[in-house]
């Protein structure tokens, strides 16, 4: 019997007076053209947070200090399993920026109740969780 290998990969959800922000991709050869969350693969020796903070600073030049799980979301992938830790972070006045202009084009900060158009399809499912405190964290599996 084969061991399952699952990829690490967590997300902030920054949010803002009602709004969230979402980086396009570009250039990766993986969902280019869709709306997602700042985040990437868990580095080894890193815990999650830290993991969080890393991509953040990287993708839109923040480093999250407020960091709360909003949800773990299980998903397939070609030669595996993966498990996604989205955190939601508050902006606090702080502006991001487009960092890696390699890998995304756009950064933007989007009303919840109006994402852009195509967004990952999993961050619809956290817009409740988002807006209610009493729906975390949320354990969402897609096959």
Do not use: K
Request: charged share 25%; with cysteine.
């Amino acid at each position: 019997m084969q061991r399952a290998r699952f990829a690490v990969v967590v997300h902030v959800a920054l949010v803002d007076a009602g709004r969230l922000v979402l980086l396009r991709r570009a250039n990766t050869g993986f969902m280019d053209g869709y709306f997602a969350l700042p985040g990437g693969h868990q580095e080894r020796g890193e815990t999650l947070r830290q993991a969080a903070q890393r991509e953040c600073r990287e993708e839109v030049g923040l480093q999250p200090v407020e960091l709360e799980l909003l949800a773990v979301l299980t998903y397939p992938s070609a030669r595996s399993r993966g498990l996604n830790f989205v955190f939601t972070a508050p902006l606090n006045g702080s502006e991001p920026r487009l960092c890696e202009p390699e890998h995304f084009d756009v950064c933007g900060s989007f009303a919840l109740t109006d994402l852009p158009v195509p967004t990952v399809d999993w961050v619809a499912d956290l817009i409740e969780p988002l807006t209610d405190c009493r729906q975390r964290p949320v354990f969402l599996e897609y096959e």
